[in-house]
């Protein structure tokens, strides 16, 4: 037996100059030892943590959810978003996975509740050649598609428990977790989705989604056409550094622009761009009023729709 | 001038028994052939032939002479998988291999280079075609001339591997014992008696009285002891698949000890997969039953793959689910081989998949979830918003720099209802939906429930498809809003009345 480890085996003596003194101190005395090496103070790690670079965050897409994720989805972390029926939840997923896929980059969406219609999806910028649909039957078979999914190398793993009645235990606290550190472990995001709270203490940020009411589009008392959904979100629980962003509400719109209202506090701002965008497309329209005045306005009613459209959204 | 090696495997009976139960390697081992007393030895290792067990003796004798000898009987799905093994080595080496059967191949090394250039080290070439024969565990013996019957006869000979020098056939044949050209032995019992011991004193008799004397097969046994083996290279069409399997001892009822046994054949099998650079897209089982019948079974893989934990994960799921009718006597594993995906590093663009982690988390889903549920969706060209198609997934590869997203269009989206759920509605005079009830059965007891009031209504709109089949479909679609705030989709069947939630926005 060494020295080293000898000392190591010892209890620690009841008095002298180690008395009083830390593991962590007594290990260091030690010497060279793997684990003394690796043994930090709190304020190392705080240290640690005030100078580690700022993580990557991808956008999602959606403006409401990167303001109140500051910035959006972080690779490695789990996040969750609860909401009722018609609260815009299934929307937003769709919207994750489209602005991933349009970036380029593979996803997974694990679909507990066989709820995916690939043309919904195209409409709304999923690149389906990019995207794997794993269709499970319960939510525990979707729990153990996530984790093989994390592995697989894809950023975004999307995993929605249906709108079903979940059952009591879906998966323990423990599942979560390991979902969680497999997610970290592979630098995926990991959204989960459920009617529900389900994860526990396992979810890096847990967003509520709220309904807000329907905007029908028609007049009189039978309405021709479903013209969207205003819903809101609230950002239950932030990120261990972002605790005081908890509370934050945003509002989601979702549908054709015509029938919903202006999103809050963008209202003067989008009215600005409108009119900026005007005023640039009738310059380009009088510039180009050597081939034709039609042309012309044709052009500068076009991008004046666009940019309210784009505004509005 | 020609050049061709010869990878030949001494006691192969046994070498393909050592290689499908390792364990074996450091005991006294003996394969027969025949059945009980009549089992002769076909070929014994060196500590049985260290205990005086030598071939030919019968089981008996062998265990007479070595009471703890671990017989076992001839593996024929052994031997052939071990074949292959060795002929798929000689294929990495040149695209001409002939198959010689037990144990032995012929590499066509083309002419041979003069010295400095490369390949020109023929010494150096035949000690990496023994390694690679080793890694595959057959523990080959290598030789290179200019014909085959000197080729075969110097990786039988002692110190392998032998290189006869390009031109030196007859002279590296000359000193070997007659017996080794002559396989008949009345011939070889002839011709001792005219006093020829080796085969140069046959070369050196006049071609044309051997001639008189044995015919046109003594003309060619004289050509070959010139080291005139005239006889060509026939090279082998690769099989289209790979195959490894097992005769086992005694049968095997249980699950666990037959994928233990499985895992090894698997393990083999993905490393020849490995060593021909291609992966598995599809595996078949063919299992022999006991006391009679056979199980045949093919499992379709979602991208080639070549880990054998993942293709056993996939067996086991497979038997689970449709257990085999009796014990296993035998089995044969067949992976039908692709060309595994590539990839291409990008430096400024998202990084790609990595092939080898797709194609195992691919079929790692399959075996979780069934092939019919894991894939890349596709809308149908059709009307009825539920059709979808599922392709292989195979995504393009990414761009080549990274694009930022665009801004979400903010559409709605249904969560569709699969199938769609039955309800009970209650309409107003003029037909319109005015309040949904769930109707209670098993099949709807998991399922999202849609009940209350409706408090917007909007529709019917008409959908119609395939009026022109046997099964037309005609629905009338009816978006509701509930006075809880939920927001569905419903259809109903004009012809029946039968009223579904297909969707809800979401």
């Known amino acids: ?313 | 001038m020609p050049r061709l090696a010869c990878l030949a495997v001494p006691l192969f009976p046994l070498a393909a028994r050592l290689r499908s139960e390792p364990e074996l390697r450091h005991e006294a081992v003996a394969v027969v052939e025949g059945q009980g007393g009549q089992a002769r030895v076909a070929a014994a290792s060196r500590r049985a032939r260290q205990g005086g067990v030598r071939g030919g003796m019968t089981l008996p004798q062998a265990r007479a002479l070595l009471p703890g000898l671990v017989a076992r009987g001839r593996d024929a799905e052994g031997e052939r998988a071990a074949q292959e093994a060795l002929l798929e080595v000689a294929e990495r080496f040149s695209p001409r291999v002939e198959d010689g059967g037990e144990g032995s191949a012929w590499i066509d090394l083309g002419e041979s280079p003069p010295p400095g250039r490369p390949g020109s080290d023929e010494r150096a070439l035949a000690a990496a075609l023994a390694a690679a024969a080793e890694r595959a565990d057959l523990p080959a013996r290598v030789g290179i001339a200019g014909n085959k019957l000197a080729a075969r006869l110097a990786a039988l000979a002692p110190g392998s591997p032998t290189v006869v020098a390009p031109g030196g056939d007859a002279a590296f044949l000359a000193p070997l014992p007659l017996a080794r050209l002559v396989p008949d032995p009345a011939l070889r019992e002839r011709l001792a008696r005219w006093g020829l011991a080796a085969i140069g004193d046959l070369a050196a008799l006049p071609a044309a009285e051997v001639t008189a004397r044995l015919g046109v097969a003594g003309t060619r046994l004289h050509r070959l002891a010139r080291g005139l083996d005239e006889a060509p290279l026939v090279p082998r069409e690769p099989p289209p698949e790979l195959r490894e399997g097992l005769e086992l001892e005694w049968p095997l009822a249980a699950l666990e000890p037959f994928l233990f046994i499985a895992r090894a054949a698997l393990d083999r099998l993905c490393r020849r997969l490995e060593g021909c650079g291609l992966g598995c897209t599809r595996l078949g089982l063919a299992l022999r039953l006991e006391p009679e019948g056979h199980d045949e079974r093919a499992l379709d893989l979602p991208a080639p793959t070549r880990e054998a934990k993942t293709l056993l994960t996939l067996v086991r799921l497979d038997l689970e689910r449709r257990p085999p009718g009796g014990a296993v006597a035998a089995f044969a594993l067949t992976a039908w081989p692709g060309t595994p995906r590539a990839a291409q590093l990008s430096l400024f663009g998202p990084p790609d998949l990595s092939p080898e982690r797709l194609a195992t988390t691919l079929a790692r889903l399959f075996a979780l979830l069934g092939p019919d549920r894991v894939g890349s969706p596709r809308p149908l060209d059709a009307h009825r918003p539920e059709g979808f198609a599922l392709l292989p997934y195979a995504p393009p590869p990414p761009p080549p720099a990274r694009i930022a997203a665009p801004p979400a269009r903010g559409l709605l989206a249904v969560r569709a209802l699969r199938p769609p759920l039955p309800l009970e509605v209650r309409v107003t005079p003029e037909g319109r939906p005015a309040e949904l009830r769930p109707l209670e059965s098993a099949e709807t007891a998991n399922r999202p429930r849609l009940e209350g009031r409706v408090r917007v209504a909007s529709g019917p709109w008409q959908l119609e498809e395939g009026w022109w089949t046997d099964q037309p479909l005609a629905r009338e679609y009816w978006d509701v809003e509930l006075a809880g705030g939920a927001l569905c989709r419903l259809h109903r069947d004009p012809t029946t009345g039968a009223w579904h939630a297909d969707g809800i926005y979401d």
């Open chain 1, 1 to 313: 037996m060494s020295a080293r480890s000898a000392a190591l085996e010892q209890p620690p003596p009841a008095a002298g100059p180690a008395a009083g003194r830390g593991a962590g101190e007594l290990l260091h005395a030690l010497g060279p030892h793997p684990l003394a090496a690796r043994l930090r103070t709190g304020a190392d790690l705080a240290r640690a943590r005030r100078e580690a670079p700022a993580p990557e965050r991808r956008p999602t897409g959606l403006p409401a959810l990167d303001r109140l994720l500051a910035g959006g989805l972080v690779p490695g972390e789990l996040v969750e978003w609860v909401g009722r029926r018609s609260s815009g939840r299934w929307a937003a997923l769709l919207a994750l996975l489209a602005a991933t896929t349009a970036r380029g980059e593979g996803a997974v969406l694990v679909d507990a509740g066989d709820a995916l219609e690939p043309r919904d999806a195209a409409a709304a910028g999923v690149d389906l050649a990019r995207l794997l649909w794993a269709r499970s039957a319960t939510p525990r078979e979707a729990l153990a598609a996530a984790e093989i999914a994390l592995a697989g190398g894809w950023p975004l793993v999307a995993l929605d428990l249906g709108d079903g009645p979940l059952p009591g235990r879906t998966a323990d606290e423990a599942a979560w977790q390991r979902l969680a550190r497999a997610a970290e472990a592979s630098g995926a995001a990991l959204v989960v989705s459920s009617p529900r709270r389900v994860t526990g203490s396992a979810a890096a940020a847990v967003l509520r989604g709220e309904r807000g009411g329907v905007r029908w589009l028609g007049p009189g008392t039978a309405p021709p056409l479903l013209g969207g959904l205003c819903g809101e979100l609230a950002l239950e629980r932030g990120r261990p550094g972002e605790r005081g962003r908890e509370g934050a509400r945003e509002r989601l719109l979702l549908g054709v622009p015509e029938a919903l209202p202006a999103p809050a506090g963008e209202g003067t701002e989008g009215a600005r761009r409108v009119v900026a965008a005007a005023e640039g497309a009738a310059a380009e329209g009088a510039e180009g009023a050597a081939e034709g005045a039609a042309e012309g306005a044709r052009r500068v009613v076009g991008r004046v729709v666009g940019t309210a459209r784009a505004v509005a959204s």
